[in-house]
């Protein structure tokens, strides 16, 4: 990863209601949410911070209501927020003018919501090129480019199709294939899965992983769900009340909770589902591993590979490279953790 962050947050806020500017004015920036609430406002974010690296997918986690949707739109300015700054490579954000925040939102962000509004007259081919369309490209250009794209969801044969001949998840897909068409640096995904039944949910948080091990696109993903979060994220970060009370990778969350807020969410996740390889593993000292796995693989889908006589997992880098071995002992311990 580069170390020039795609995107930075710096004291975001978003206040709903008349006499938002001047509440913030007349703060000393601690205005807490019952002060608002009392001075007849919405403090839906609060003094948010964060970086988000590029290559990397960064959850924004919370429960209803605690700003995650706000936040999101406020980082593509869908929301103007109240006052902070947003730098996008480096590009301050809220000084940017309307047909460059145009400009930008079409060619370099890309969206997919929970309910993903299909166009129900065009076909999936059609509705995964009209973002393309908007851009001007031209009839084959698009078209080739949307068949790339339904063919990368797993959709392929199905172009010809209407939205309403598709099922919710293969709806989502065709979402997914719009929002990639335009090639987008930055992807913000709200709640893409919550409408999906918990099998095709999981089926397409596992697809959005192996596309994502191919696409490496930057990513914003919002969820209320603590297991979808910990399972897809690299950085986490969890909302209550507008603000964020803790980031950090899954296993810092649930390894070290900041506060019991977030202890109550990470209560119940088993260790061995949020400790990661590249984690436990030791140095190589020369083994040569006969199975290996990449640096993100859990301890938990680690386990039944050293069922076999396997005693050691290699764990190697992007570029195929032996990083070091994960010990059956050390999983042993960890699982037996519950
Ligand atoms: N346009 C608006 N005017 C006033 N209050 C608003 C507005 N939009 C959102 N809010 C309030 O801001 C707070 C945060 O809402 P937001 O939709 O960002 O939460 P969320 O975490 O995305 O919730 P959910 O998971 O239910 O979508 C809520 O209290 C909400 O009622």
């Not at 939102?105 to 369309?133: D, K, S, W």
């Not at 913000?188 to 191919?214: G, N, V």
């Amino acid at each position: 990863m580069s170390s020039q962050p795609k995107l930075v947050c710096r004291d975001v806020w978003k206040i709903f209601g008349a006499g938002a500017h001047e509440a913030l004015q007349t703060s000393n920036g601690t205005l807490t949410a019952r002060a608002l609430h009392d001075a007849g406002l919405v403090g839906a974010v609060r003094g948010v911070d964060l970086k988000v690296m590029p290559g990397e997918i960064f959850v924004i986690m919370g429960l209803s209501g605690s700003g995650k949707s706000t936040l999101v739109r406020c980082l593509s300015r869908l929301i103007e927020p109240t006052s902070g700054e947003i730098l996008f490579n480096g590009e301050n954000l809220l000084t940017a003018t309307d047909a460059r925040m145009i400009e930008i939102r079409r060619h370099q962000m890309g969206m997919v919501f929970q309910h993903f509004a299909l166009l129900p007259h065009l076909t999936v081919l059609a509705n995964v090129a009209f973002p393309l369309e908007i851009q001007g490209v031209e009839r084959h250009t698009r078209e080739t480019r949307a068949l790339q794209m339904i063919e990368l969801v797993g959709l392929f044969g199905k172009e010809r199709f209407y939205p309403r001949q598709l099922s919710g998840g293969q709806q989502q897909r065709v979402g997914i294939a719009r929002s990639l068409a335009v090639e987008p640096e930055l992807w913000f995904l709200d709640e893409p899965f919550s409408a999906l039944d918990p099998l095709i949910r999981r089926e397409m948080q596992d697809e959005f992983l192996r596309l994502q091990s191919s696409l490496k696109k930057t990513i914003v993903f919002i969820t209320h769900d603590f297991d979808e979060a910990i399972r897809l994220a690299d950085r986490i970060a969890i909302m209550k009340d507008g603000e964020i009370v803790q980031a950090g990778t899954p296993e810092e969350l649930v390894l070290h909770p900041a506060t019991d807020y977030v202890a109550e969410f990470t209560r119940n996740v088993p260790r061995a589902k949020a400790i990661r390889a590249h984690t436990i593993m030791r140095p190589a000292d020369g083994l040569v591993p006969a199975a290996r796995v990449g640096g993100r693989t859990t301890v938990a889908e680690m386990a039944p590979m050293f069922a076999s006589a396997t005693s050691l997992i290699g764990v190697t880098g992007v570029d195929g490279h032996l990083l070091g071995v994960v010990h059956r002992d050390d999983v042993a311990t960890l699982m037996m953790q519950g």
